[in-house]
């Protein structure tokens, strides 16, 4: 779960459009502050280093007129005054000064300023004056660690006496200090910007984005929409206030709503051209009823007096019969589809499905005495509200079409059983099974197998088709599911 998270948030073309907005705002805004951040403190670095080299400027220059006395102290040649006994202290800065004469170290002290009270010498580390001697030879304004008192600004500068230098350092403790203390302000300021940013873009995205969530919204219940049948009627639209053309949203609202527009007359044109289809499938089937009655009639007749006929005008007249009632069952297949597709209600009475199974069963072991036929029904009645005769025909023509598509020896399992408020009717068989590019289409009609499923019975296409009219009618469902030496129909119907 975490992993799938993660991965999540590392792809940013999963994420959505109002997430990806915050996202770039807030990194926008995350990197305005960083080069805010490193320009303010690199400014304010080179700023108070400015002014810490001009006091060590200074230090240096009053070093410069400053002489050793004969006890290695400094002393100033100008008239004694109170405020030039002691070396000056710069702001709170710790000092460090070094005297040389001829080369040779002659005083080295550390003035360490307090808070209260006065400043405190403490002589120099051996490593600190190795330091600073060699830090006298450079030239300038630099930057030398000492070793226990951290990054001092030093710099040498000539005595007024020959051969007499001295070097003079200030601390850059209170620099460091200053910058450290304004990395962390502006980072937290960062941070309060950054949250404020991140709830401040999520109202206002929300807001600009509600548009386009509206139209989003309209193209959701149009996806809804039952489309690939019967009269549609496609009123759906985005609202006016999201089909401005001057801005983009309002754009695709308008561009959706012409799309829609145009699906709208399609669909009609497609119902109208339906109805008439229908129309004319159910007025052919119902004037194909008398003239095939008639020809199956007179086609019987002949039959009949075959001692009155050639055998070869028998046989023909034979096969006339068969084919007209085989035409007559294809006919009133047709138009119960047309019915169906109409409309028209069927009857509602209770119907005892687990009878009508062992009654269609029993039919079908005489008309399939080759196959193996198999019941597992419940002890006591189940009851569906329907018709019965459609019902019957719904078994009718899933038995037969496991009969046709099957081999001798088949195994052919009716069951029904009650699941809460439906009731499950399925009819399994361990034939060959139904290819798998077929099974989308099965229900289909005129949909035929290939050799797989033989249909050396005749098959019209037609059964399959009927049985999910019908159960749609009754407000049920039906599914399949095949492979090799396992194919189910299931039916699933609303219980009383």
Same mark, same amino acid.
């Given at each position: 779960?975490?992993?799938?998270? %993660?991965?999540?948030?590392?792809? @940013?073309?999963?994420?959505?459009?109002?997430?990806?907005?915050?996202?770039?705002?807030?990194?926008?805004?995350?990197?305005?502050? %960083? =080069?805010?951040?490193? =320009?303010?403190?690199?400014?304010?670095?080179?700023?108070?280093?400015? /002014?810490?080299?001009?006091?060590?400027?200074?230090?240096?220059?009053?070093?410069?007129?400053?002489?050793?006395?004969?006890?290695?102290?400094?002393?100033?040649?100008?008239?004694?005054?109170?405020?030039?006994?002691?070396?000056?202290?710069?702001?709170?800065?710790?000092?460090?000064?070094?005297?040389?004469?001829?080369?040779?170290?002659?005083?080295?002290?550390?003035?360490?300023?307090?808070?209260?009270?006065?400043?405190?010498?403490? *002589?120099?580390?051996?490593?600190?004056?190795?330091?600073?001697?060699?830090?006298?030879?450079?030239?300038?304004?630099?930057?030398?660690?000492?070793?226990?008192?951290?990054?001092?600004?030093?710099?040498?500068? @000539?005595?007024?006496?020959?051969?007499?230098?001295?070097?003079?350092?200030?601390?850059?403790?209170?620099? &460091?200090?200053?910058?450290?203390?304004?990395?962390?302000?502006?980072?937290?300021? $960062?941070?309060?910007?950054?949250?404020?940013?991140?709830?401040?873009?999520?109202?206002?995205?929300?807001?600009?984005? /509600?548009?386009?969530?509206?139209?989003?919204?309209?193209?959701?219940?149009?996806?809804?929409?039952?489309?690939?049948?019967?009269?549609?009627?496609?009123?759906?639209?985005? @609202?006016?206030?999201?089909?401005?053309?001057?801005?983009? =949203?309002?754009?695709?609202?308008? $561009?959706?709503?012409?799309?829609?527009?145009?699906?709208?007359?399609?669909?009609?044109?497609?119902?109208?051209?339906?109805?008439?289809?229908? /129309?004319?499938?159910?007025?052919?089937?119902?004037?194909?009823?008398?003239?095939?009655?008639?020809?199956?009639?007179?086609?019987?007749?002949?039959?009949?007096?075959?001692?009155?006929?050639?055998?070869?005008?028998?046989?023909?007249?034979?096969?006339?019969?068969?084919?007209?009632?085989?035409?007559?069952?294809?006919?009133?297949?047709?138009?119960?589809?047309?019915?169906?597709?109409?409309?028209?209600?069927?009857?509602?009475? +209770?119907?005892?499905?687990?009878?009508?199974?062992?009654?269609?069963?029993?039919? $079908?072991?005489?008309?399939? +005495?080759?196959?193996?036929?198999?019941?597992?029904?419940?002890?006591?009645? =189940?009851?569906?509200?329907?018709? &019965?005769?459609?019902?019957?025909?719904?078994?009718?023509?899933?038995?037969?079409?496991?009969?046709?598509?099957?081999? *001798?020896?088949?195994?052919?399992?009716?069951?029904?059983?009650?699941?809460?408020?439906?009731?499950?009717?399925?009819?399994?068989?361990?034939?060959?099974?139904?290819?798998?590019?077929?099974?989308?289409?099965?229900?289909?009609?005129?949909?035929?197998?290939?050799?797989?499923?033989?249909?050396?019975?005749?098959?019209?296409?037609?059964?399959?088709?009927?049985?999910?009219?019908?159960?749609?009618?009754?407000?049920?469902?039906?599914?399949?599911?095949?492979?090799?030496?396992?194919?189910?129909?299931?039916?699933?119907?609303?219980?009383?």
């Amino acid at each position: 779960m975490i992993r799938d998270r %993660l991965r999540h948030l590392v792809r @940013p073309g999963e994420w959505t459009l109002r997430g990806r907005l915050l996202g770039q705002l807030v990194a926008l805004v995350a990197i305005a502050c %960083l =080069v805010m951040g490193v =320009v303010t403190t690199v400014g304010l670095r080179g700023y108070l280093l400015g /002014k810490l080299d001009g006091q060590v400027g200074v230090a240096a220059d009053r070093a410069m007129n400053t002489v050793i006395g004969p006890d290695g102290r400094m002393a100033d040649p100008v008239p004694p005054d109170p405020r030039n006994q002691r070396p000056r202290v710069f702001g709170g800065n710790a000092t460090v000064t070094l005297s040389l004469i001829d080369g040779n170290v002659r005083s080295a002290f550390f003035v360490d300023p307090q808070q209260h009270g006065e400043p405190q010498f403490r *002589p120099l580390a051996a490593s600190v004056i190795d330091t600073l001697v060699q830090a006298a030879a450079t030239p300038g304004i630099h930057t030398v660690d000492l070793d226990g008192l951290g990054p001092y600004r030093v710099t040498g500068v @000539p005595g007024r006496i020959a051969g007499q230098s001295f070097v003079v350092g200030l601390s850059m403790g209170e620099v &460091e200090a200053t910058v450290v203390s304004a990395t962390w302000i502006m980072l937290a300021v $960062a941070l309060i910007v950054l949250l404020l940013t991140v709830l401040g873009g999520e109202l206002i995205i929300t807001y600009t984005l /509600k548009p386009l969530r509206r139209v989003a919204a309209t193209a959701g219940r149009v996806a809804e929409l039952p489309l690939e049948r019967g009269e549609v009627a496609l009123s759906v639209r985005v @609202p006016d206030e999201d089909t401005n053309p001057r801005t983009e =949203v309002g754009q695709v609202g308008a $561009a959706l709503n012409r799309m829609l527009g145009h699906i709208a007359n399609a669909l009609a044109v497609r119902h109208a051209s339906e109805m008439r289809v229908r /129309k004319f499938v159910a007025d052919a089937s119902h004037e194909l009823r008398t003239p095939l009655a008639a020809i199956r009639g007179y086609a019987e007749l002949t039959r009949r007096s075959g001692d009155q006929v050639p055998p070869d005008i028998a046989r023909a007249m034979g096969r006339v019969e068969s084919e007209s009632v085989r035409m007559t069952a294809l006919v009133e297949d047709l138009l119960l589809l047309a019915r169906l597709d109409a409309g028209r209600p069927l009857r509602r009475q +209770p119907v005892d499905l687990t009878q009508l199974v062992v009654d269609s069963v029993s039919d $079908a072991h005489v008309a399939g +005495p080759d196959h193996k036929w198999r019941v597992d029904v419940p002890d006591e009645p =189940v009851t569906v509200p329907g018709d &019965e005769a459609r019902l019957r025909q719904v078994l009718a023509n899933l038995l037969a079409n496991a009969r046709t598509h099957t081999p *001798p020896g088949t195994i052919v399992n009716v069951t029904v059983e009650a699941d809460g408020g439906d009731v499950r009717l399925s009819v399994t068989d361990d034939g060959p099974g139904i290819p798998p590019e077929l099974l989308p289409e099965v229900f289909e009609r005129f949909a035929r197998g290939d050799s797989s499923r033989s249909r050396a019975a005749g098959s019209t296409g037609l059964g399959l088709s009927i049985v999910a009219a019908v159960v749609s009618a009754h407000k049920g469902t039906v599914s399949v599911s095949s492979h090799p030496g396992h194919t189910e129909f299931s039916v699933q119907l609303p219980a009383i």
